[in-house]
């Protein structure tokens, strides 16, 4: 019985990040007709007000665009970019579940791509949610 209720609860949650990760590859598709390429794709499940953090190096001269989608339990999503000390350089300004930014680094350095599940709809325990850096 336990293996069962275990993968219909992972089930779904593969269901929603599945979602969450076809809505970021639309939006990789068209940032490919706008002239970008894709440096980073993925996707996870979160519960509400925990963060899953990337490590990314991006290098002068190019421009980033950071794409993040949550699946349709999300109701904000927020995605911030930090240094290596723990500044916030890039925060999104938005209250909806596909926020995105663009950032161009004076230097080639690491960073912290950020996406943090601040809010889902009443009922939901966790959602799905994608993650792109696409450049040009």
């Known amino acids: 019985m336990l293996t069962l209720t275990t993968a219909l609860l992972t089930g779904t949650a593969l269901a929603t990040e ?25 996707s996870t499940t979160l519960q509400p007000g925990k963060t899953r953090n990337y490590l990314v190096t991006l290098y002068a001269g190019n421009e980033y665009r950071i794409e993040t989608c949550g699946d349709e339990a999300v109701t904000n999503l927020d ?39 601040r809010g889902v709809k009443e009922k939901s325990t966790d959602a799905g949610v994608g993650m792109a850096v696409v450049y040009k």
């Open 79 to 117: 995605v911030l970019l930090y240094d290596t000390e723990g500044n916030v350089l890039v925060r999104d300004q938005t209250d909806d579940r596909q926020p995105s930014f663009t950032y161009k680094p004076e230097s080639t350095s690491t960073f912290y791509v950020v996406v943090y599940l």
């Open 18 to 42: 599945k979602a969450a990760e076809e809505c970021v590859q639309t939006k990789v598709w068209d940032a490919y007709a706008e002239g970008w390429g894709v440096r980073t794709l993925t």
